[in-house]
């Protein structure tokens, strides 16, 4: 952005140094043209009435005199005509063509005595002609050669002092463009990476107060903002958590008199009893996994909040997620075998592979994703594979289920979100959330797709042990 913001602001000014840079060599044009004209019009003036004198005395030897001496003086040519005879000096021929137009012109009362705006790079010479006379007739005129070489010199020394002026100008008005966008820049840049680091961490960060009065203001808005935000969303979690918890003791009471009116009533057992039993079923298990995902996002933002991504929970020698899974495929083999589905554990993986992860959280993510694939595959085969690439390791565990549509597919992970063909399943749709938050927590990440062949995929995917030192590291 700040160069961006140079750039613009550097154009304008040099596209302001260059107009007034050609201001000034045209003023130094003009006012050196004027000097020279003012020079050679008295020269010129002064031959007029030495060729007037010459006239009336019919003498010209004065005036050829004169004329040799300002020739050999200014290395200039002067041509005069006094009647009917022409004399020249300085090697000026009469019989040149803008000479003899220069000529004709006086001899019709004509003169020109306007110099051109001398050009540093023009070369040759000029013409100032003068006709002299009384009130009835041309008795004759002078014509006066201008040389301009010293002129132009002096104009090309005058440019190039405006160009030098002009380009030290440059250099200042650019640094100081620099400074001044540094200046209001710096403190947005700083802004924008606590933004960044807020919407990671979740953590409020006080910006550094600098710049235009302006943006100290903004920067006191946002430390103060992200405050009173982390403060109310510490506040909505503790909230749910702990008013899930409480619901506990009234749920457990309820689920108390429920089993003694059971004890009571015997095997007449009215419908009703029935349906409330299973309605805090559902409810115990709503609760419980409102509490697991508290639990994820509080350990997704107490590891987003630490500056290395470390998490006490987590050893740094990484463990085997191979245990793991075998852990996690005998635990839910009974239910698989009740619901004919068969398990397959895929292991692409060396030997030596380990991760770093918290073990306990991440058998819970493995069970979650086995559950869900049990819901909507049961009855096909679901495949658990563990495989590794240069950088990551891969967990996917893939039913051969009817999958989601491209729709329910970008919802996927929201939280209390099911498909439209699955309301009918027990669940809290809150399964994937908790397994997306915990793999953040163990800086990993889920990924959902509907795998080729029919069916869902879901990825667990984890940097190993020497990667994840590496990037630490660095």
Not at 71 to 90: A, K, M, P
Request: contains cysteine; charged residues 20%.
């Amino acid at each position: 952005m700040r160069l961006r913001v140079l750039g613009v602001l550097g154009a304008l000014l040099a596209v302001l140094v260059a107009v007034c840079c050609v201001v000034l060599m045209q003023s130094v044009s003009r006012s050196a043209t004027q000097d020279l004209q003012f020079s050679r019009l008295d020269s010129l003036n002064r031959f007029v009435q030495l060729a007037m004198e010459a006239e009336a005395q019919e003498d010209p030897d004065h005036l050829l005199t004169e004329m040799q001496s300002y020739s050999d003086l200014f290395s200039e040519g002067v041509v005069v005509r006094v009647g009917h005879e022409v004399f020249s000096s300085g090697g000026l021929d009469p019989q040149q063509p803008r000479v003899s137009e220069a000529l004709h012109n006086t001899g019709l009362n004509l003169a020109d005595t306007d110099l051109p705006t001398v050009n540093p790079f023009a070369s040759g010479t000029e013409l100032l002609a003068r006709p002299f006379g009384n009130s009835s007739q041309v008795l004759g005129a002078v014509i006066l050669e201008v040389n301009p070489a010293a002129t132009r010199d002096r104009v090309l020394s005058g440019w190039l002092v405006i160009v030098g002026i002009a380009l030290v100008a440059t250099v200042v008005l650019v640094s100081l463009a620099w400074w001044v966008t540094s200046w209001v820049i710096r403190p947005l840049h700083r802004l924008n990476l606590a933004v960044q680091e807020f919407t990671h961490t979740g953590t409020p960060k006080r910006v550094a107060e600098d710049g235009p009065p302006e943006l100290r203001q903004l920067q006191r808005s946002f430390s103060a903002m992200s405050a009173v935000v982390t403060e109310s969303l510490g506040a909505q979690r503790e909230l749910i958590a702990e008013t899930s918890h409480q619901l506990r003791n009234p749920i457990a009471a309820l689920r108390l008199r429920v089993d003694l009116l059971k004890l009571k009533l015997g095997e007449t057992q009215p419908q009703a009893i029935q349906a409330v039993e299973a309605e805090l079923f559902a409810v115990e298990r709503l609760l419980a996994s409102v509490l697991r995902l508290a639990s994820a996002e509080h350990r997704a933002s107490e590891r987003a909040a630490l500056a290395r991504g470390d998490t006490p929970s987590i050893n740094d020698s990484g463990i085997d997620p191979l245990e793991v899974l075998s852990e996690e495929l005998d635990r839910i083999k009974p239910q698989a075998h009740e619901s004919n589905t068969e398990l397959r554990l895929l292991n692409d993986a060396r030997e030596d592979l380990r991760i770093r992860c918290n073990g306990f959280e991440l058998s819970q993510m493995i069970g979650e994703l086995l559950t869900n694939a049990l819901k909507y595959g049961q009855g096909s085969a679901i495949d658990l594979q563990l495989s590794t690439a240069a950088t990551a390791v891969t967990i996917s565990v893939r039913d051969h289920g009817p999958g989601l549509n491209p729709a329910d597919l970008v919802r996927a992970g929201m939280r209390f979100w099911r498909g439209e063909n699955q309301q009918q399943i027990e669940g809290s749709g809150l399964g994937l959330a908790i397994v997306g938050r915990l793999a953040e927590a163990n800086g990993g990440t889920l990924e959902i797709e509907n795998a080729s062949g029919g069916g869902l995929r879901a990825t667990l995917r984890f940097p190993t042990v020497q990667q994840r030192n590496s990037a630490e590291g660095s």
